[in-house]
Antibody, heavy 124, light 112 residues
Framework: QLQLQESGPGLVKPSETLSLTCTVS??????????WGWIRQPPGKGLEWIGS???????YYNPSLKSRVTISVDTSKNQFSLKLSSVTAADTAVYYC????????????????WGQGTLVTVSS | QSVLTQPPSVSGAPGQRVTISCTGS?????????VHWYQQLPGTAPKLLIY???NRPSGVPDRFSGSKSGTSASLAITGLQAEDEADYYC????????????FGGGTKLTVL
C-alpha cells in the first residue's frame, strides 16, 4: 500500500524559508505514471494547491506562490521536497503531499493518495 | 475567492439525498476539464471520492456519485449516514492564471 509521510520543522520564523520533505513508501517515485504534489490548508480554511513535480524534475507551480516556491525530487531516497521562502503568518497551514496519476490525452490531474499532513506555524 | 464556487454548507437527515454543487467558468469546468471530489473527515487528510467527473475509486460506496454539465458539477450522496458528515471539495484544471490545479472553497455537510 502506498504511503506518503511529510516531515520537517513545525515552527518557522517570519521571513525565513519553510522546508518540508515527503517520503514515499510502498511505491517508486521514479514511476513514469505519476506526478507528485504539495497542497496546503490554513487552519479552518480550504485547500490550496502549491505545486507538482515529475520524477524527471519537471515542475509546475501555483502562479500566486511561484516566486517563493521550489519543489525538488530525490529519486535515490524516494523523496520530494518543498521550499517556501520569505514566509509570513499567512503561510501557517497544514501541508500535505500527494500523488497525481498521469492521464493520457486528458488535461487536469487529481490527487489519489495523500499524506497525513504536517502543521507548520510561522511565528517569531 | 476560490476559482470554483461551492456552497459553504448543506445538511440532510439520515437516509436522505443531498447534492453539493461546484460552479466554475469557461476556463475550467466549462472548457471541458474534468472535476474531481474529495471528502475530508474532521482532523484527517482529504480522501479522493470521485475522479473524472463520475468515477469512484475502489472502496468508495456507490452512494456517492458525480456529474457535470456546462460550467458546473455536482456531487450527490444518497442514503445519508452519520459518518458522511465531513467537508467536501471539488477540484479541476484551470487554463487561466489561477491554475492549473484549482480547488473549490469546500462545503461542510451536516447530518441532522
Amino acid at each position: 500500500q502506498l504511503q506518503l509521510q511529510e516531515s520537517g520543522p513545525g515552527l518557522v520564523k517570519p521571513s525565513e524559508t519553510l522546508s518540508l520533505t515527503c517520503t514515499v513508501s510502498g511505491g517508486s517515485i521514479s514511476s513514469s505514471s505519476y506526478y507528485w504534489g504539495w497542497i496546503r490548508q490554513p487552519p479552518g480554511k480550504g485547500l490550496e494547491w502549491i505545486g507538482s513535480i515529475y520524477y524527471s524534475g519537471s515542475t509546475y507551480y501555483n502562479p500566486s506562490l511561484k516566486s517563493r516556491v521550489t519543489i525538488s525530487v530525490d529519486t535515490s531516497k524516494n523523496q520530494f521536497s518543498l521550499k517556501l521562502s520569505s514566509v509570513t503568518a499567512a503561510d501557517t497551514a497544514v501541508y500535505y503531499c500527494a500523488r497525481l496519476p498521469l492521464r493520457i490525452a486528458v488535461a487536469g490531474l487529481f490527487f489519489d493518495y495523500w499524506g497525513q499532513g504536517t502543521l507548520v506555524t510561522v511565528s517569531s | 475567492q476560490s476559482v470554483l464556487t461551492q456552497p459553504p454548507s448543506v445538511s440532510g437527515a439520515p437516509g436522505q439525498r443531498v447534492t453539493i454543487s461546484c460552479t466554475g467558468s469557461s476556463s475550467n469546468i466549462g472548457a471541458g476539464y474534468d472535476v474531481h471530489w474529495y471528502q475530508q473527515l474532521p482532523g484527517t487528510a482529504p480522501k479522493l471520492l470521485i475522479y473524472g467527473n463520475s468515477n469512484r475509486p475502489s472502496g468508495v460506496p456507490d452512494r456517492f456519485s458525480g456529474s457535470k454539465s456546462g460550467t458546473s458539477a455536482s456531487l450527490a450522496i444518497t442514503g445519508l449516514q452519520a459518518e458522511d458528515e465531513a467537508d467536501y471539495y471539488c477540484q479541476s484544471y484551470d487554463s487561466s492564471l489561477s491554475g492549473p490545479e484549482v480547488f473549490g472553497g469546500g462545503t461542510k455537510l451536516t447530518v441532522l
